[in-house]
């Protein structure tokens, strides 16, 4: 993939953003270009659907405007993370968000930090282009929290693994291709020192997707049965045995990812933002009341420094590093301001808007006419599992960014087989 070379030959941020804003004029469709140019991302939303968006993105993904700070060979410019940046911020206002979030933000930290060069160049480009889209099977019923304790087995057969168990809570297995696994090689030694971490493709026998659905109607999450499912071994990402060294890079991915407004990932799984709020208040007639005028102040000031927070961990990200043991800062703090964003806007519409008339119950179809902004709240009651739980992320704070000591655990360093689990 080659990027037009005036985006390469930029050697400042000036001279990035205003290689950016040429390039949209050049290559964005005119209609989205005059949204952006009178009424920002908001209107753009307006002239365009996700299908049309889809359908264009090859385009802005041959740029290499979708990943600047990677390099070429990967699909980006290779630019500085400053340069990345400026163009970024020239970018936002016409509403460009990058496709296929799971492969950039967790299968792509693990490939930078652990895999070949023949697995960068095989699996990269085609994740920025969102020709292979991705998911992440680690979860499993007995193993979420405790991730390491995981069951799914991982056996040698000839020039390859033959894959074992169950996976939960899969985001958006049912539309992967493929899906970066965390699986058991060997249960005789402690429970993180048996791991390995593969890249397995979805469509083939042995694999079964199984959608579960939302409180709020929504299918998003997945379970997903593993039978003797084929990996080969030059998609093992790093050496046998030593997956959880791996599987942290797209944990720390993960929990970024989630982490809020400015992520670079799903800015805010369920409803809207803070802004959102304020509109709703002079709508509905709160503005009025200095106490939830404050409140929804308070909410919205806090949105803004997580998304400022955010843009400095994504700078990492960009250049193709893993972020460190602050993702979970951001993660702890930004699921639970989403929580607060969501019951507040919800709150703000009063009961004559929080429930919704259903003609005859079906359990496919319940929440047909359920407001947006109820549906964030439903939605955003996940937030602090999913990612990784407040509490896990608590302890990784505690332990790597503030040097506590880990809680005791009478197993440690016992072999997997022998620690009791579920």
């Not at 060979?73 to 936002?92: F, I, K, N, T, V």
């Not at 959102?276 to 009025?288: C, D, M, S």
């Amino acid at each position: 993939m080659t990027p037009p070379p005036g985006l390469v030959a930029a050697t400042t941020p000036d001279a990035a953003a205003g290689a950016a804003l040429a390039w949209v004029r050049k290559h964005v469709p005119p209609a989205w270009v005059r949204a952006a140019d009178e009424g920002g991302a908001a209107a753009v939303r307006g002239v365009r659907t996700a299908a049309e968006y889809r359908d264009w993105y090859p385009t802005f993904a041959r740029s290499g405007l979708a990943v600047p700070a990677w390099p070429v060979a990967y699909g980006g410019l290779d630019w500085a993370p400053e340069l990345a940046a400026a163009a970024d911020r020239a970018l936002r206002p016409y509403h460009l968000p990058r496709l296929n979030p799971l492969g950039l933000n967790l299968a792509a930290p693990a490939l930078f930090a652990s895999g070949t060069e023949d697995q960068r160049r095989r699996f990269l480009p085609p994740i920025v282009r969102n020709e292979e889209v991705w998911c992440q099977l680690f979860s499993e019923p007995g193993a979420g929290s405790d991730l390491a304790s995981l069951a799914t087995r991982a056996d040698r057969d000839g020039d390859g693994w033959r894959i074992s168990g169950q996976k939960v809570w899969t985001t958006w297995a049912h539309l992967a291709d493929y899906a970066v696994l965390l699986a058991r090689t060997d249960p005789g030694v402690p429970k993180r020192a048996g791991l390995t971490y593969f890249l397995i493709e979805l469509h083939q026998p042995g694999v079964e997707i199984r959608p579960l659905r939302h409180l709020g109607g929504e299918v998003d999450f997945n379970e997903v049965f593993l039978t003797g499912a084929w990996v080969p071994d030059d998609q093992r990402v790093g050496a046998v045995d030593d997956g959880w060294a791996v599987a942290r890079a797209t944990l720390s991915g993960e929990r970024q990812m989630v982490s809020g407004s400015g992520s670079g990932g799903v800015d805010r799984v369920g409803g809207a933002g803070a802004s959102r709020l304020v509109r709703i208040a002079k709508e509905r007639g709160g503005w009025a009341d200095p106490l939830v005028r404050a409140d929804v102040t308070r909410l919205w000031a806090e949105e803004q420094l997580r998304a400022w927070t955010n843009a400095r961990v994504r700078a990492t990200l960009k250049a193709g590093r893993p972020p460190g043991p602050e993702s979970s800062i951001g993660k702890v703090h930004g699921s639970e301001l989403n929580q607060r964003i969501q019951a507040r806007a919800a709150s703000l519409l009063g009961p004559g808007r929080t429930t919704w008339p259903v003609a005859e119950w079906d359990a496919d179809a319940y929440h047909v006419g359920m407001p947006a902004e109820v549906r964030g709240a439903l939605r955003s009651r996940a937030n602090t599992i999913e990612g990784g739980t407040s509490e896990v992320n608590k302890n990784i704070i505690a332990e790597r960014v503030l040097g506590l000591p880990r809680e005791p655990d009478p197993w440690e360093g016992r072999p997997w087989r022998e620690v009791p689990r579920g």
